[in-house]
């Protein structure tokens, strides 16, 4: 499994609308992309924090494909939510480490 982790910093006062907006814009986005598995937002609890983002992935040629082909189009729907640029990192998740998550993952899948 692969993760795309997105630092994204939002303006605290378009927090709904931008929920609303991902719901209805960018999940199905990722919901069409091979190898897709899920999106955990994580909002923080200090307003001028930063939104992580973290993408879930079967495999990272999926992950660099949809960078490559799709996040472009992501990015041009939320920039009018952004308080500066969103930085990626990306890691391979140790599956052995979390046995519940793959299984409810691939009973949802």
């Not at 719901?23 to 897709?36: A, D, M, S, T, Y």
Request: proline residues 6%; aromatic residues 10%.
């Amino acid at each position: 499994m692969f993760a795309r982790v997105l630092e994204v910093p939002i303006y605290a006062e378009k927090k709904n609308e931008l929920i609303k907006t991902v719901r209805r814009e960018i999940v199905p986005i990722l919901k069409q992309q091979p190898g897709f598995l899920d999106v955990l937002p994580l909002f923080p609890e200090i307003e001028n924090e930063k939104v992580l983002a973290i993408s879930l992935w079967t495999d990272k040629r999926y992950a660099e494909k949809f960078e490559k082909e799709s996040f472009a189009k992501v990015e041009e729907i939320v920039k009018f939510f952004l308080t500066g640029p969103v930085t990626l990192k990306v890691y391979d998740v140790e599956t052995t480490l979390c046995d519940h998550l793959v299984e409810a993952l691939t009973v949802a899948s």
